[in-house]
């Protein structure tokens, strides 16, 4: 979801328009071996039969004009409706996707976006994480692209429940972004708040506009590799391995940081027309903007190499049961002190989770210290394999099960009972030490969410 951008105080100079570009994109490549110390998580070469779509096991349609509960045009002003058509989405038997954007003769314009359905890419504590594709930008300049935003980026995973309402403190990495038929590319990192912030928002910590000499109608590799086994972490942006863009972890501060890093991602790739940033560079579409030139994806790839759990948030310090807990700490939800209703397995992601949990259910913290106040909110690392149509809060009291909640947010299906998200949520402000209880409301008796960690912040 990417906000509309205020115009960059400073651009890179760049090609002027003209007509289109003469590169064909024709050229199938394999997926990559890992590099040195990686291993390959996810792939997809896109080799299926001309005129089909997507595996759906592997990708979701983003369809309409935003998410569900989310903001109106995606958020961006942009101004096409995304479906799952294969007159806008397919792959063309020559080992490529194509995501094509079309206009009627009522002058409406769709297009597609698509979203992996894993969102759990993430660097390691200690390792590194890379997300690659090979693209071909449409292959249109001058007044015919005007409009035109084709994309290549990643939301962390607490977007997805919330129809990214969270925006822009759980993060999105922006690998490539190119407008209106420019001979560029634009990468950024949003995080904080908005507008404004420690990141600078809607406009982001960007690279800027970079030059890209033959990317519209050409295949080049983007790329971007999260580093976590330096200090400071750095976050680093490549066109054809070339490394044009890092940022490092003391580009802001630490809370800000972790929070759009520090979690499971998932990848999207889009063709957008209209909205805030073409808007910045020229504008558009307009009756002269060209319909139906594609980006085309040759391949997406996820790498990882090792280092231990991705730890979302810093580690607890107090040992529960016993004692005072710090509430700005981690509390690992198999730390109960009661419960109703819930049991504990295993987690993917190291140590144990409370599960099977379902309506009426209930844990309970006693001894959480929340000091002298300055709650902003807490965060709930959460996973859940529900069914269709089965969804449920995840709600916090005080000292009572029947008091009134200071905060909640909703669940559904995260794509599996260990596919964990963070997600955050307001809450009233809290002082002094508490007896805290998470409670579980929903309209169906199925388990609706397991719970692994929780999390107040300032």
């Given at each position: 979801m990417r906000i509309p951008r205020r115009l960059l105080a400073v651009a890179t100079a760049m090609l002027a328009v003209g007509a289109s570009v003469t590169f064909v994109a024709t050229a199938d490549a394999a997926v990559p071996p890992p590099p040195s110390g990686m291993s390959l998580v996810f792939s997809d070469d896109f080799t299926g039969a001309s005129g089909t779509g997507l595996n759906r096991t592997n990708w979701l349609y983003s369809t309409g004009t935003g998410y569900p509960g989310g903001a109106a045009n995606w958020g961006t002003g942009e101004i096409e409706t995304m479906t799952d058509s294969t007159a806008n989405v397919y792959q063309d038997g020559a080992g490529n996707l194509v995501i094509k954007p079309l206009r009627d003769s009522a002058g409406r314009w769709t297009s597609g976006r698509v979203e992996t359905q894993r969102t759990d890419f993430a660097a390691p504590a200690g390792g590194k994480m890379r997300m690659e594709a090979r693209i071909a930008q449409p292959n249109v300049t001058g007044a015919a692209a005007a409009g035109y935003w084709p994309a290549f980026w990643a939301l962390g995973a607490a977007a997805r429940p919330v129809g990214a309402t969270n925006w822009p403190s759980i993060g999105e990495i922006d690998i490539l972004e190119n407008i209106n038929g420019r001979s560029s590319v634009f990468s950024a990192l949003h995080c904080g708040s908005n507008p404004g912030g420690p990141c600078n928002e809607t406009t982001g910590l960007t690279s800027g506009e970079r030059a890209c000499s033959g990317c519209l109608g050409s295949f080049h590799t983007y790329a971007m590799e999260y580093d976590r086994s330096v200090s400071p972490e750095q976050l680093r942006f490549y066109l054809d391995g070339n490394n044009y863009f890092t940022l490092t972890s003391n580009a802001v501060d630490s809370t800000t940081w972790n929070n759009a890093l520090h979690h499971g991602f998932f990848m999207i790739l889009n063709v957008a027309i209209g909205g805030g940033f073409p808007a910045a560079f020229g504008g558009g579409p307009t009756s002269a903007t060209q319909p139906g030139v594609p980006m085309l994806i040759d391949y997406v790839a996820v790498y990882q190499s090792g280092g231990g759990t991705t730890p979302?948030?810093?580690?607890?310090?107090?040992?529960?049961?016993?004692?005072?807990?710090?509430?700005?700490?981690?509390?690992?939800?198999?730390?109960?002190?009661?419960?109703?209703?819930?049991?504990?397995?295993?987690?993917?992601?190291?140590?144990?989770?409370?599960?099977?949990?379902?309506?009426?259910?209930?844990?309970?913290?006693?001894n959480v210290n929340f000091g002298t106040g300055g709650v902003k909110d807490?965060?709930?690392?959460?996973?859940?394999g529900a069914g269709t149509a089965v969804s449920g809060l995840v709600e916090v009291?005080?000292?009572?099960?029947?008091?009134?909640?200071?905060?909640?947010?909703?669940?559904?299906?995260?794509?599996?009972?260990?596919?964990?998200?963070?997600?955050?949520?307001?809450?009233?402000?809290?002082?002094?030490?508490?007896?805290?209880?998470l409670t579980f409301t929903s309209g169906q008796p199925a388990d609706f969410v397991n719970v692994n960690w929780i999390q107040f912040r300032k």
């Open positions: 979302t948030t810093p580690p607890t310090t107090t040992p529960p049961p016993s004692g005072s807990r710090d509430a700005y700490s981690r509390i690992e939800a198999e730390s109960y002190n009661a419960s109703a209703g819930v049991q504990v397995e295993t987690a993917s992601e190291g140590g144990q989770n409370v599960s099977h949990i379902a309506n009426g259910d209930w844990v309970q913290f006693n807490f965060v709930g690392r959460v996973a859940s009291r005080l000292d009572s099960r029947s008091n009134a909640p200071i905060g909640s947010f909703a669940l559904a299906n995260t794509g599996g009972w260990q596919n964990w998200v963070s997600i955050p949520a307001n809450v009233s402000n809290v002082t002094g030490t508490h007896t805290v209880y």
